[in-house]
């Protein structure tokens, strides 16, 4: 009998317990169902909120577009700071800054990090490597804390013109393009290229014996025919005087196609527009150059936006060369706001 009454409380037990089971598993189930109905939510909430904001964007202008972006890419940088302000402080007093935290140091700069000013004024006058001071002349230029500018009109002196000119950009940023000018002037016009001190070995201590010394010239020969004109005739441009457009003009007639285009760029946005349009021409229409300078050249004519520019469009619209008519196509569009 006593066996009979434990098989059944047994029994009961394993019942209970087997309900119990079925019991918690449907809830669980019910409890999954739920929480899928919940995330299904969440989806399409989360796409109309995209569908939204990307109906938002397309509704922005260009300029608006790029706007937000900026701001998007500095709130980043402004998180970031403290920790990269710290970063480059002990790399700076061990004397292990690298090439590649030039990089970190423009996202101060980004950041708009005035605490760092100091750092940065330190690094431009007594760093060795030609990377690490651009970076920091060019993060100084987007600080905008006047106090940089002593700093920056004695690195106008360096024997280094790759650093001369990063400083002349920062001087123009902060309003001081008196004291820029004559650096940039010098360099768009390669006015004494050939003594110009090109301070490349960041770039070239990969290498060793004969290759190094060949990447050597070829770096230094890039930066003064194409590079640094280049730069130097853009800040320029942000000038905007007359008499940093007297110092572009010339470089319209440069050997060097890339200077050719940045010069013709600059003065389509000015009175001087009439001197850039052929020499901008007859970059796209020489097959002797690559397809995108040539495209580019086109891009530059269209930003004038006048009847003779409209006419030199649609002339390269009927071209045989499927990618400069496609091009041309597409300015006649952007002109027209379609």
């Known amino acids: 009998m006593k066996s009979k009454k434990t098989t059944k409380v047994i029994l009961y037990s394993v019942l209970v317990f087997v309900l119990a089971l079925a019991v918690y598993a449907f809830a669980g189930q019910k409890m999954s169902f739920e929480e899928a109905i919940q995330k299904k939510n969440r989806t399409v909430v989360k796409k109309q909120k995209n569908h939204i904001q990307n109906a938002s964007i397309k509704a922005m202008s260009r300029e608006e577009r790029q706007k937000q972006y900026i701001q998007t890419l500095r709130r980043k940088a402004e998180q970031t700071a403290n920790g990269n302000y710290a970063y ?8 292990t800054l690298h090439m590649f935290d030039a990089e970190t140091i423009m996202q101060l700069g980004f950041a708009r990090s005035m ?179 040539r495209s580019a050249a086109l891009s530059a004519i269209a930003s004038g936006k006048g009847k003779k520019e409209r006419a030199i469009l649609e002339k390269y619209k009927k071209s045989s060369n499927r990618y400069l008519s496609g091009k041309a196509e597409k300015l006649i569009k952007k002109i027209a706001g379609k």
């Not at 942000?238 to 007297?246: M, N, R, T, V, W």
């Not at 050997?255 to 850039?276: P, Q, W, Y």
């Open 115 to 293: 605490k760092s000013v100091s750092l940065l004024c330190n690094m431009l006058t007594t760093y060795h490597g030609a990377e690490i001071r651009i970076a920091s002349a060019k993060a100084l230029g987007s600080i905008g804390d006047l106090k940089a500018i002593p700093v920056l009109i004695e690195a106008l002196a360096h024997e280094d013109y790759l650093t001369r000119v990063a400083a002349a950009g920062a001087l123009v940023k902060l309003g001081k393009s008196d004291e820029a000018f004559a650096v940039l002037a010098e360099v768009a016009q390669k006015q004494n290229v050939e003594k110009w001190k090109i301070d490349v070995e960041d770039r070239v201590e990969q290498y060793s014996g004969k290759i190094k010394e060949q990447k050597r010239e070829e770096y230094a020969s890039s930066f003064r025919n194409a590079s640094l004109p280049r730069k130097a005739i853009t800040h320029l441009g942000k000038i905007g005087s007359e008499q940093a457009l007297d110092a572009v003009e010339p470089a319209l007639y440069d050997v060097d196609e890339f200077v050719r285009l940045r010069a013709g760029g600059v003065l389509m946005e000015s009175e001087r527009k009439g001197k850039a349009i052929p020499v901008l021409e007859a970059i796209v229409s020489n097959p002797m150059i690559t397809k995108s300078v």
């Open 88 to 95: 480059l402080k002990q790399k700076y007093e061990l004397g």
